[in-house]
């Protein structure tokens, strides 16, 4: 265990935004096995946040996150720390390779596109909890509509209670119309009651639903990927609503019914506004094979534009302001953590003024066979734990030993070591080669416990890892 996860320090906070940077490295340690300079740098970087909300305004506005910089190889888990981060602390996350970018005019796509990214995920989060607080209303309404799919008012009792016919007595509808309603409404009302039961899912129900318009391949490929897909839904936004009928189960009818009453419900002007703040202020990029951009112009192949990617990028850094169609983002107050191997370059081959945009460097360290042995177990999502899962669900109960563990961990600080250091990544080589026999055979194997030790280890992987040739294809 960490020196964090020893002090066994408990989470009090009711909001992440409230957890002390200890108790953000101890939410860490539950999925993250080592690397605590980095989880100190992210908790410290989310921890700011938090005080700058706390500032005067005159302040808070001069107040930038101090991006970082996470150095290490593959595998040992910068993406990871970036990611629990930002779900710990409920904001907008997007991961972006660098390479991905390039020089306006070669290819690739604009470096702008990673904040309009960045907001498309805090619109999701915020129609999410939106559709959350008005579930109970959509279903309500979904339900009236099913009901009506189910058992129609007839047309002569509704035209009849629109022009309101009065007898003689000027008692208003006429007996029979009286008594036909009412049975309706009695029929409805077991309907709505075996609907609420569940014992009408299965039946066959004609109802109206949305049909998207046919828009898409309507763009130049000239426009670019990025501004062909911004017209593209915005025009799909602003198309008249078509609707087509179509035959479905009651279930799949109220599913479609409650999204399409909940989408009505939503105030979308609302939940751009939050989202834009909610990017703008919480947001947080990671920029991952940023050392595959470091260095000068090669005057050969893909290199060409690499000090164009890094000047593309460093506006969006430095702070920014991006059109979108949610109006003007800017960039000021987002967290960038960017993160590379750097094998074969160094941080100061980046541009001078890029480096100065990250001034919080981290260097996560190549994982150890004791590592290994701990990402097996100590994680909530250990490997173990999601293969025991697996195949309970065919009743079939996996056992690893002490022994076993040790020499699974062992194997894969060998592989590593031998060839292509891929970090944790190898376990899950090692552990899919391992079990694959009982992965194939567990439906006959219902019933049955099968324990993993070393000696089934070592008959499965150690002929493989012994011959060189065969260790590269498949270890």
Not at 53 to 77: Q, S
Not at 299 to 320: F, K, N, T
């Amino acid at each position: 265990m960490s020196e964090h996860q020893s002090e066994n320090l408990p989470i009090v906070a009711t909001d992440a935004s409230d957890l002390a940077p200890r108790q953000i490295v101890a939410e860490l340690d539950k999925y993250i096995v080592g690397q605590d300079q980095a989880k100190k740098a992210v908790a410290i970087a989310l921890r700011n946040r938090w005080r700058r909300k706390k500032l005067p305004p005159e302040i808070r506005e001069e107040v930038a996150p101090k991006n970082i910089l996470m150095i290490g190889p593959t595998g040992v888990g910068k993406t990871e720390i970036a990611r629990r981060l930002a779900a710990l602390a409920g904001a907008p996350f997007v991961k972006v390779e660098a390479t991905r970018y390039t020089e306006i005019g070669y290819h690739g796509r604009d470096v702008e596109s990673m904040v309009r990214d960045l907001v498309k995920q805090a619109i999701n989060i915020f129609e999410t909890k939106a559709r959350e607080e008005v579930r109970v209303k959509a279903a309500e309404a979904a339900e009236e509509r099913l009901l009506e799919a189910l058992l129609p008012t007839p047309s002569a009792w509704a035209e009849s209670a629109a022009a309101g016919p009065r007898n003689e007595g000027g008692s208003g509808a006429g007996p029979s119309a009286n008594s036909a309603a009412e049975m309706h409404e009695k029929t409805r009302a077991k309907l709505r009651k075996k609907l609420r039961d569940g014992t009408l899912n299965n039946r066959d129900v004609e109802i109206e639903v949305a049909a998207s318009p046919e828009v898409a391949g309507i763009f130049a490929p000239s426009m670019g990927e990025e501004m062909g897909m911004e017209l593209q839904d915005a025009l799909s936004r602003v198309m008249p609503k078509r609707t087509r009928r179509r035959k479905m189960s009651v279930a799949e009818a109220r599913r479609i019914m409650e999204a399409e009453e909940a989408e009505k419900l939503i105030d979308q002007e609302a939940v751009a506004r939050q989202a834009v703040d909610a990017a703008e202020n919480l947001g947080i990029i990671f920029i991952d094979e940023i050392d595959k951009v470091a260095g000068a112009h090669s005057l050969h192949g893909p290199d060409v534009s690499r000090e164009g990617v890094q000047r593309d990028m460093l506006p969006i850094v430095e702070g920014a302001s991006v059109n979108s169609r949610w109006g003007i983002i800017r960039t000021d107050h987002i967290l960038f953590i960017a993160a590379g191997a750097f094998h074969m370059s160094k941080p100061s081959d980046l541009l001078p003024e890029l480096q100065g945009r990250f001034p919080i460097r981290v260097e996560l360290k190549d994982l150890t066979e004791e590592d290994f042995r701990r990402i097996l177990t100590t994680p909530k999502n250990a490997l173990t734990k999601q293969y025991t899962a697996l195949l309970s669900t065919e009743e079939v109960e996996l056992e690893f030993t002490e022994e076993g563990l040790t020499a699974m961990a062992h194997i894969a600080a060998l592989a590593n070591g031998r060839s292509q250091n891929i970090g944790a990544r190898r376990l899950q080589t090692v552990m899919e080669k391992l079990l694959e026999d009982v992965s194939f055979s567990a439906a006959d194997l219902k019933g049955q416990k099968v324990v993993i030790d070393r000696k089934m280890v070592e008959e499965r992987l150690k002929p493989i890892l012994d011959d060189e040739d065969l260790a590269k294809y498949i270890l």
